[in-house]
């Protein structure tokens, strides 16, 4: 029994290592924006899919890129535009003359972390290419299934400013996102540091990779032996549960479940090898704010969710 608590708590220390690496190397180029690079690692480790969304210009995309380089993985980038196809995303079965055969060539989704910029540019058909990948780590075409690679991150942005050929992101596809993050404007101290960084080269240019693959899933496996108390699994339940009685929808059952995996990775982050109920009041505002839609002339969803945090016993 001491064996696998210390065997545990060697991989807990090595898991928080790796992702204290990866937040420090993007922090080479991003500016001011600490909480969101964390939650951003954390939803890597818990293997969830995370959405950026904000105002052009804020640094989504340098973010996303960042995290991709500091980890030694396969990267693709998708530059979402209302002429793409689905098939532009998963790939497709081509003829290959030689063999008289069907072949299938493999689109940019299978990468270890895959970025769909500006993803509210494509229509909706193009968009739910991404689902199954998302939820289930594959791809089917014409009734052949494929794996993606593993460990597999979708980092997603999307412009919030600009109507003009755009489409709304289906509940469906929003309700597969772990997080929603916003990064907002730096201060002008922060302004400041990022425009002496830019001077010359811009700082990405020089990040190299601070994990590997196997530190990824070696870090995930950690993440999922966190160890969550039937109270903390109650509370988490109770949290979901008000937001579906003052909203329409509210949290899912996989929001449920993408709370509790992002608590066990803030655990992780924490150097602690089990949930208390701070690491759900962490990142209940992140994982469950874009599930909710409200009723109409109800409150916000950011509110809906302060209030459940206020309202619901630990």
Do not use: C
């Not at 973010?63 to 002429?83: C, H, M």
């Not at 002008?188 to 196997?214: C, F, N, Q, W, Y």
């Amino acid at each position: 029994m001491t064996d696998n608590i210390t065997a545990e708590t060697m991989d807990i220390e090595r898991a928080q290592t790796v992702a204290r690496r990866v937040i420090e190397n993007v922090e080479q180029v991003i500016v001011g924006q600490h909480e969101a690079v964390e939650h951003l690692v954390t939803s890597v480790l818990a293997g969830g899919n995370v959405l950026l969304e904000d105002i052009p210009g804020v640094g989504k995309t340098m973010l996303a890129r960042s995290i991709a380089r500091s980890v030694d993985g396969r990267f693709k980038r998708i530059q979402f535009t209302p002429d793409l196809l689905p098939s532009d995303i998963t790939g497709a079965n081509v003829f290959n003359q030689k063999t008289q055969e069907f072949e299938f060539r493999n689109g940019p989704i299978f990468a270890n972390v895959v970025l769909g910029d500006e993803i509210n540019r494509a229509p909706p058909k193009t968009q739910s290419a991404l689902l199954e990948a998302m939820d289930e780590g594959q791809v089917t075409v014409d009734g052949e299934t494929h794996p993606v690679p593993s460990p597999f991150t979708v980092i997603a942005t999307q412009n919030s400013v600009e109507d003009d050929q755009t489409y709304s992101l289906p509940l469906a596809e929003i309700d597969r996102f772990m997080k929603r993050l916003h990064l907002g404007y730096p201060d002008e101290h922060e302004e400041t540091e990022l425009l002496g960084r830019v001077t010359g080269e811009h700082p990405i240019e020089s990040l190299s990779s601070v994990a590997t693959i196997d530190d990824i899933q070696t870090a995930r496996r950690a993440v999922s032996n966190v160890r969550v108390e039937d109270a903390i699994r109650q509370y988490v339940t109770r949290l979901a549960r008000y937001t579906r009685d003052h909203a329409q929808p509210g949290a899912s059952p996989r929001g449920s479940v993408a709370l509790l995996h992002a608590a066990q990775a803030r655990a992780v982050l924490d150097q602690r090898g089990y949930v208390i109920p701070e690491d759900v009041q962490q990142e209940i505002r992140s994982v469950f704010t874009h599930r909710i839609r409200p009723v109409p002339s109800g409150d916000a969803p950011a509110s809906i969710v302060t209030a459940a945090l206020e309202s619901v016993d630990v």
